[in-house]
């Protein structure tokens, strides 16, 4: 595995208020990174001192093998930005932008490739200010993509998109991974993270919290499951059987019972409900989601 993006002991200091305190960061070569944490957490501060755009107060860093505070036009024809504001070019059209964009690199890709990458092939004569927000966005993936970089640092890609123009962008992404690429995403959303990327770290009052796959961050994958069901009006929770009553975690009109070992007492309980002819229609069995394990790993900070 190669390390794309490595960082030690990164701090950043704004006067007297350190805003990174210290973090470790590894992406390997291909893998798409989500950077999550709540506002002011220290995000934007990280990521523009990977791409070069802020100093930092300490700590080495290394992207495409370079320190990015002596990355030169070579190193940033490498790596590609979507900031949180559009970069879009207000007299052009898309193609046009594009065009003017393409200028700028040594190995550009392919313009209608690159439209048709971002699916904007029915707007490419279209100038960028009557484009919606989405498309917008879009404009910005593909102008981030034009000099064909190894590396895209995406900051909060679907803001404000609605939820069919959100799937599209994640397609987009998704896409990237398969074209080579390197990709480290900066979101609010956990869904999106947890549909896109291959790890997650976790960031709260500039340190990191948490670091893992979706699956697993923050130990999601070993915590307790609630099984939830309605029993029948006549059928008292204190009529189950004594291991399922000892799991009992709440009652207000559905039995909420938590399970280090879900399958085995939802096997208790389908037999239990079987003998005495009980219905359970309800039933549901979740561990937490991604969005309270992250709101777990991040509750008391601002
Ligand atoms: P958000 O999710 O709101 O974009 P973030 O995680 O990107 O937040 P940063 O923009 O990195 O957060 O800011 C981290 C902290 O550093 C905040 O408390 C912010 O007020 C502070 N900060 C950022 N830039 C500066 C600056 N130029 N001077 C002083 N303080 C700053």
Do not use: C
Request: proline share 5%.
């Amino acid at each position: 595995m190669e390390s794309v993006v490595s960082v030690h002991g990164l701090r950043k200091r704004y006067g007297h208020f350190e805003a990174v305190a210290g973090i470790d960061l590894e992406v390997q070569r291909g893998e798409i990174f989500a950077f999550l944490g709540p506002n002011g957490a220290g995000k934007t501060t990280t990521v523009e001192i990977l791409e070069g755009f802020r100093a930092r107060t300490d700590g080495q860093v290394s992207v495409l093998g370079i320190d990015p505070a002596k990355g030169d036009a070579e190193w940033r024809n490498r790596v590609g930005a979507v900031l949180q504001e559009s970069n879009a070019e207000p007299g052009l059209t898309v193609r046009e932008s594009l065009q003017l964009y393409s200028g700028y690199y040594l190995h550009p890709r392919d313009i209608d490739e690159t439209i048709a990458l971002v699916g904007l092939e029915e707007k490419a004569d279209t100038l960028g200010p009557q484009l919606s927000g989405g498309q917008r966005r879009r404009l910005d993936v593909a102008l981030a993509l034009i000099g064909d970089p190894e590396l895209i640092f995406l900051d909060e890609p679907t803001t404000g998109f609605d939820p069919s123009a959100r799937r599209t962008a994640w397609h987009v992404i998704h896409g990237l991974r398969g074209l080579g690429k390197t990709v480290f995403l900066t979101t609010h959303y956990m869904d999106e993270a947890e549909q896109l990327a291959d790890r997650i770290a976790v960031i709260a009052d500039g340190r990191i919290v948490a670091e893992g796959t979706p699956g697993t961050l923050g130990g999601r994958n070993r915590m307790a499951a609630t099984i939830r069901f309605t029993l029948p009006a006549e059928v008292g929770s204190d009529e189950l059987p004594p291991e399922l009553r000892a799991l009992l975690a709440g009652e207000d009109g559905r039995v909420t019972l938590t399970s280090d070992t879900p399958l085995a007492h939802v096997g208790e309980l389908a037999e239990w409900a079987q003998s005495r002819g009980i219905d359970l229609p309800d039933l549901d069995v979740r561990r937490p989601n991604l969005e309270e394990v992250y709101l777990e790993l991040t509750r008391g900070e601002s």
